[in-house]
């Protein structure tokens, strides 16, 4: 089946650096991608909505300058947050959309600590 | 924002129980989905539901959606130690997906 395939798994950055996340979807073309955040207990909440070649569309209350995504290919998606800080530390997970109702897979998300 | 509110918030059972968990929306949804999610994963789908008041089984899963369009249960039968796990339900309009709050399963020993 369609495969997501989301890194780096975890990651531990000091404050003020950036760390790029990648998407990356096997034997199927992702041309929608949606990231999500979720934090310790709490719900998956979508943070933006890529499709291939255009600019992200932004939830509300999401700033579109501190998370930069990219998603130049069918195949990658890449999410980058900029400027860290430990507010921003959360499990963040890729959601790649395929042809048909079914078609929504998820990577196996990115745990962010930001120290 | 769009909310879906899931029920229980935590449920602690005895292995081999049946367990019943439901969602509810103010707003209908096109689609209603069925998530497991384990420590330090995405979530996996279980269940897809297309048609008010459609009941759909997978093993030992069973989910309805509502004649509403505005809810969905899953049933899990017979529960097994694998079952532990969060559980989330969904709801699909237009190209998004909405998570409830999930449902947090524990199975004592």
């Known amino acids: 089946g369609a495969v997501v395939s989301q890194h780096p798994s975890w990651v531990i950055c000091k404050s003020g650096t950036s760390v790029k996340i990648e998407c990356r979807s096997l034997?199927?073309?992702?041309?929608?991608m949606f990231w999500y955040r979720q934090f310790p207990k709490q719900s998956l909440m979508l943070m933006a909505t890529s499709n291939e070649g255009s600019k992200a569309t932004y939830e509300q209350g999401v700033e579109k300058d501190k998370f930069l995504i990219n998603h130049a290919s069918l195949t990658l998606s890449t999410l980058t947050v900029t400027s860290a800080h430990p507010e921003d530390s959360s499990f963040y997970i890729c959601?790649?959309?395929?042809?048909?109702?079914?078609?929504?897979?998820f990577g196996s998300g990115t745990r962010l600590t930001v120290v | 924002g769009q909310q879906l509110n899931q029920s229980p918030q935590s449920m602690f059972i005895q292995e081999g129980e049946d367990v019943s968990m439901n969602c509810t929306s103010s707003s209908i949804f096109n689609t209603w989905l069925w998530y497991k999610q384990d420590p330090g994963e995405g979530p996996v789908l279980l269940i897809a539901?297309?048609?008010?008041?459609e009941l759909t089984s997978n093993g030992r899963l069973t989910a309805q959606f509502g004649i509403t369009r505005k809810d969905s249960f899953l049933n899990i039968s017979a529960s097994i130690p694998s079952d532990v796990g969060i559980y989330f339900c969904?709801?699909?309009?237009?190209?998004?997906?909405?998570f409830g709050k999930g449902t947090r399963l524990h199975i004592l020993p």
């Open positions: 034997d199927f073309q992702a041309t929608t």
């Open positions: 959601s790649g959309r395929t042809t048909g109702l079914e078609g929504y897979t």
């Open positions: 969904a709801g699909r309009r237009d190209d998004k997906i909405i």
């Open positions: 539901l297309y048609k008010a008041g």
